[in-house]
């Protein structure tokens, strides 16, 4: 269905201005393992912009189609997810694995109904691989990646794969290279040694999108 952009990232902005608020105060929460911690109001507004900024993304590249449920369901997820890494080194099973199934239904019924078994099967592919090579690299360099980052890699393989080996490919790389910036400048304004624990899951999620900037497109 040919919706105008306008309409599309209107829609994503109410959609941002309603549930960001919401998103932040969830993360709060789960970094704090305490059902009653509110989020503060710069968190509030940094989680209202990324998440509108998301789902614009995800309408505009998506547009109005199953598949496009599952990049706004992990825009979502993002959100969540960095905010809870910046702040306690944690990326909680409680938003990673709904996102996993959530994103895997979403696929699926795409593909029923446009016909795009290639793509799902691609997805599944690439988010199986990414935890093969990502659980490996864990047990060689247990220091490196913890589980949670395994399983994000998951996640990231499944929605990038479903694009293309290729965005794939050039998202992982993007977020390798985010990582490794942003541990070297930590370290040179002294925030950070050389061996204190970064949190990577921002640097990954960070990297999915500019892959998906850099060229993604859905398949027909």
Do not use: E, N, Q, Y
């Not at 189609?65 to 599952?70: S, W, Y």
């Not at 694995?97 to 690439?126: I, S």
């Amino acid at each position: 269905m040919d919706v105008a952009r306008p309409v599309l990232v209107s829609a994503a902005l109410i959609g941002g201005l309603a549930l960001g608020p919401w998103l932040a105060r969830t993360a709060a929460r789960l970094a704090a393992r305490d059902a009653r911690a509110t989020a503060p109001p710069a968190a509030a507004a940094l989680a209202t912009v990324l998440f509108a900024a998301g789902m614009a993304g995800a309408l505009l590249l998506g547009g109005l189609r199953p598949a496009t449920l599952a990049l706004a369901w992990g825009a979502g997820a993002a959100v969540v997810l960095a905010l809870v890494d910046l702040a306690v080194h944690r990326l909680p099973d409680r938003v990673v694995l709904p996102a996993l199934a959530v994103c895997t239904a979403a696929l699926l019924v795409d593909a029923v109904v446009l016909g795009t078994w290639t793509a799902l099967a691609r997805a599944v592919a690439a988010g199986a691989a990414a935890v093969v090579v990502a659980g490996g690299a864990r047990l060689l360099a247990p220091a490196g990646l913890g589980f949670g980052d395994v399983k994000l890699l998951g996640l990231i393989g499944l929605v990038l794969g479903w694009f293309g080996w290729g965005i794939l490919l050039a998202g992982l790389f993007l977020g390798l290279l985010t990582g490794a910036l942003a541990s070297v400048a930590l370290v040179a304004g002294g925030r950070a040694g050389w061996r204190s624990a970064v949190p990577f899951g921002p640097p990954l999620l960070l990297g999915a999108v500019l892959g998906l900037l850099v060229g993604g497109v859905p398949p027909p």
